[in-house]
């Protein structure tokens, strides 16, 4: 099954250094392919919904297995590390790896709001304890002498309840909790945040939390590294879609380029993480329990019989699917090394605390992928 991240039709802006190919299909169509035949067959104009219905509702407890084998740990590496965690657990579990230096927090994963004395969710009161319990965090992750990154939401749109990606960012400057770093993942983001640095209005905090733009801002040639820059990149991700020849050749021709900010730009590389292949804009839940608005993780199985686990992300109520294994190149430090990152990055998505230390140790789980990494290597 291809990796490659589907983005939602309603995700308003796409990438346009990226080759999206053009898929005719609809989204209810793309979903019966991933659950296979075995699965109960979408009726023509049947919405995609339907087809989780069925699922079982569960939390993912499955455990993972892991190999006896194992790569480097993250301390071995001598260079720095980032994580990138969507639980408290992961939270708890990352704070105290002394490795990492640097922990990204999904927007979309903490500070759930609560329902204001209106019952609706998340503006006025509710979004100042939404806020808050951000800054906690962040406040938290500076105290374990660790930069605090944020990872803003793949989808925002008008009617997400809380606060929008902005508010949230003044809410936090204004308690002096600023992150040290955004995780961009859309242009939508980058322009929004380059909004409002340039406008008359905007708080000047912003201005000093840099830019790192995640791989789903697709920089796979020079031409599209500098685009990203003008966007204002101030480190970039590898593309997981390019081969290690391709990293190979992007980096130094990166290098290469007589622009200074450019030639520097900092990478980082995701070396573990479950990839996503699919956002969809659309609550699962609501059509089978109904939304409560807590996150949470479902199963996908498909055709292969192979568990695919889907994260619910209901404080917006959108989906990912991701990969049933995840990307492991934490154990290929001579390739890692020679595209020359300046930080590696680990992903947590499903993984239970105890699992973020195994990985972080070097423990290599039974089933993994090599994404694109390995494509055309002999
Ligand atoms: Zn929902």
Redesign the pocket.
């Known amino acids: 099954m291809s990796q490659r991240d589907n983005l939602s039709k309603n995700s308003k802006r796409s990438s346009s250094a990226r080759k999206v190919p053009k898929d005719s299909r609809t989204k209810s169509d793309r979903i019966k392919s991933e659950s296979g035949p075995k699965r109960r067959r979408l009726n023509p104009g049947q919405t995609g919904e339907r087809a989780f219905a069925g699922q079982k509702d569960r939390y993912v407890k499955r455990v993972k297995v892991f190999s006896g084998e194992s790569g480097l740990s993250a301390s071995d590496w001598n260079m720095p590390v980032a994580v990138s965690v969507e639980t408290e657990e992961q939270l708890e579990a990352v704070l105290g790896e002394k490795a990492v230096s640097r922990i990204y927090i999904d927007e979309a994963c903490f500070g759930i709001p609560g329902r204001d004395a209106g019952g609706k969710p998340g503006k006025g009161k509710a979004g100042e304890q939404e806020a808050e319990a951000l800054a906690k965090i962040i406040n938290e992750i500076h105290d374990a002498g660790k930069e605090a990154g944020l990872r803003l939401r793949r989808i925002e749109r008008d009617t997400d309840p809380g606060l929008g990606s902005l508010s949230l960012l003044r809410g936090l400057i204004k308690l002096g909790a600023a992150p040290d770093m955004l995780l961009i993942r859309t242009f939508d983001e980058a322009m929004m945040v380059s909004d409002l640095e340039t406008s008359e209005t905007g708080n000047k905090g912003l201005n000093h939390i840099r830019k790192i733009f995640d791989y789903t801002c697709y920089g796979y040639n020079t031409e599209a590294v500098s685009m990203l820059r003008e966007l204002g990149a101030e480190e970039l991700t590898y593309p997981i879609e390019l081969n290690y020849r391709e990293c190979l050749s992007l980096r130094r021709a990166v290098r290469a380029l007589p622009d200074e900010e450019l030639s520097e730009m900092p990478y980082e590389i995701l070396v573990y993480g479950h990839l996503p292949m699919m956002v969809s804009a659309n609550?699962i839940?609501?059509t089978s329990a109904g939304?409560d608005?807590k996150n949470r993780f479902m199963i996908l199985r498909d055709r292969m019989q192979k568990d695919m686990p889907v994260r619910?992300y209901?404080k917006y109520?959108y989906n990912q699917i991701f990969n049933a294994e995840p990307l492991v190149l934490y154990d290929l430090p001579e390739d890692i090394r020679s595209l020359e990152p300046e930080r590696l990055r680990y992903d947590f998505s499903v993984e239970t605390g105890t699992e973020v230390r195994k990985i972080l140790s070097g423990a290599i789980p039974k089933d993994i992928t090599r994404g694109h990494f390995r494509h055309g290597v002999e």
């Open positions: 609550c839940r609501k939304c608005h619910c209901c109520c």
